[in-house]
Nanobody
Framework: QVQLVESGGGSVQAGGSLRLSCTASGNVYSVQCMSWFRQAPGDQREGVARINRDGSGEYYSYFVEGRFTLSQDSAKKTLYLEMTNLKPEDTAIYYC?????????????????WGQGTQVTVSS
């Protein structure tokens, strides 16, 4: 089993920045791909960005490309999401997810472990 704990959410004004962290524990060596999803009230959960543990397969959804950046600290078993130029439409609960498969799909069935989520609120 793998446990994921997110942190770093909060409230900012439009144009501001936040950095989210996701720390993994447990059988982390079974994980191949890690990602961030988000879910706004009334909307479906959507994939934001993902990356393989070896650094390959980095991918950003179009609505965050150029504004959000992934990074990893292997020693700390932590995935980061640096979010800049935040917009009100970025307001959502952000979830960290991990898969035993290499990155390639946003399908819910491809993700084996989920964090509890962290709230990001962007005001105009």
């Amino acid at each position: 089993q793998v446990q994921l704990v997110e942190s770093g959410g909060g409230s900012v004004q439009a144009g501001g920045s936040l950095r989210l962290s996701c720390t993994a524990s447990g059988n982390v060596y079974s994980v191949q791909c890690m990602s961030w999803f988000r879910q706004a009230p009334g909307d479906q959960r959507e994939g934001v960005a993902r990356i393989n543990r070896d650094g390959s397969g980095e991918y950003y959804s179009y609505f965050v490309e150029g504004r959000f950046t992934l990074s990893q600290d292997s020693a700390k078993k932590t995935l980061y999401l640096e979010m800049t130029n935040l917009k009100p439409e970025d307001t959502a609960i952000y979830y960290c997810a991990a898969s035993r498969l290499y990155c390639g799909s946003w399908s819910p069935g491809a993700w084996h472990y989920w964090g509890q989520g962290t709230q990001v609120t962007v005001s105009s």
